[in-house]
């Protein structure tokens, strides 16, 4: 695994203390792994406060990369909305981020994803 891009299930199931979770961002700190994170993930599961101060730890952290979507990134994900029929800007921004890192995907979700990429390597966090 060269890392891996985190959906919004991955981020919640990391912050509800998700052993599987918890294993693979520890993993990825100590053999300096690339975790992405795209920004419209983060808009999904951020509410602030205190309760959220492993997720905070975690976005911080020098092995996690917060992906913005300029206007390059919004091009990009549009293409893929347009030519898989994908209506989630979010999710397909996953793919996207993914795709340019050759990272699978840690989601809650990978029935949703698989459905803009069937040839998507996922993991589910449990």
Known sequence: MTGATLDSGA?????????????????????????????????????????QARLSRLLGSPCTEVVGL?????????????????????????VVCARQRGHRVVTGDPDDLRATDPGLAVLVPG
């Open 11 to 51: 981020l919640i199931a990391f912050e509800r203390g998700s052993g599987r979770m918890l294993a693979l961002v520890e993993r990825a700190s100590r053999h300096d792994l690339r975790l992405a994170v795209p920004a419209g993930v983060v808009a999904q599961t951020w509410r602030g406060g205190p309760r």
């Open 70 to 94: 300029d206007e390059v990134e919004a091009r990009a994900v549009g293409v893929v909305c347009g030519t898989s029929g994908a209506t989630d800007v979010v999710d397909v921004s996953v």
